[in-house]
């Protein structure tokens, strides 16, 4: 599943619409190219779970830089969001 933000969403084939339902979220930042972005996935996910945090949602991610933006894959910022438990009122 890719999130794409758009006005309009498209149906056609295979895409289809969707809403991502609000959630509370871990984040983690992952500096630079995506071939190693597993390393922060499981650094994420070993946190989460070894603090019993994890509930039943898709895992975002955001990309604050990237290839969109620029060529230099060492530039990349992307965040890593894992769905969980709300630990506090806000």
Same mark, same amino acid.
């Given at each position: 599943? *890719?999130? #794409?933000? *758009?006005?309009? &969403? &498209?149906?056609? @084939?295979? #895409?289809?619409?969707?809403? #991502?339902?609000? $959630?509370?979220?871990?984040?983690? $930042?992952?500096? @630079?190219?995506?071939?190693? /972005? =597993?390393v922060s996935y499981g650094q994420l996910g070993t946190?989460v779970a070894e603090h019993a945090l994890a509930v $039943? @949602? &898709?895992?975002?991610?955001?990309?604050? /830089? !990237?290839?969109? =933006?620029? !060529?230099?894959?060492?530039?990349?910022?992307t965040e890593i969001g894992w769905p969980v438990f709300?630990?506090?009122?806000?």
């Open positions: 599943m *890719v999130y #794409v933000p *758009v006005a309009s &969403p &498209p149906s056609s @084939g295979r #895409v289809r619409p969707f809403t #991502v339902p609000a $959630a509370e979220l871990a984040i983690s $930042a992952h500096h @630079g190219p995506h071939d190693d /972005i =597993d946190y $039943a @949602g &898709p895992v975002r991610e955001t990309y604050l /830089i !990237g290839p969109r =933006d620029t !060529g230099d894959a060492a530039s990349w910022r709300r630990t506090s009122a806000t």
